[in-house]
């Protein structure tokens, strides 16, 4: 399981600002926008059931995201 | 455009570490593993096209990820 925690788009973010501050010195054009956050990859006991996801979403909602400024996203993977 | 770059698997994770650490003190159970990355969303000037695609791909291997100890993977998104 993968939860992908974002700032809200709405705050500035930056870590991003200075990566996209730092690619001309670096050679690299063509990039608008970059923003950073975090990913976690989840693995559970047992099987990926609803009862899971609701713990992961649980999880996602009260230690891995702020949600005041973070907004997370959740995707199976593998 | 989205870049996940995450430790290699044989790199040790303190920050995964901490948070499967701090779950049961938490009151959160069946978590087998956590572990942490980077997301990056990026947006280029233009069409998505094969040049933009190696642009992000030299970018996520040089900047965004250190190849010694970090796998990154790139996905099309929105």
Redesign the interface.
């Given at each position: 399981m993968v939860v992908?925690?974002?700032l809200k788009p709405e705050i500035l973010d930056p870590q991003?600002q200075a990566?996209l501050g730092?690619?001309p010195s670096?050679g690299?054009?063509?990039?608008?926008?970059?923003?950073?956050?975090?990913?976690?990859?989840?693995?559970?006991?047992?099987e990926m059931d609803e009862d899971?996801l609701g713990?992961?979403r649980?999880?996602a909602g009260?230690?891995?995201a702020n949600p005041v400024i973070e907004d997370f996203a959740l995707r199976v993977e593998g």
């Open positions: 992908d925690v974002m991003g990566i730092a690619l670096l690299v054009s063509g990039i608008a926008a970059v923003r950073q956050g975090k990913h976690f990859e989840i693995d559970v006991d047992g899971a713990r992961i649980d999880l009260t230690l891995l």
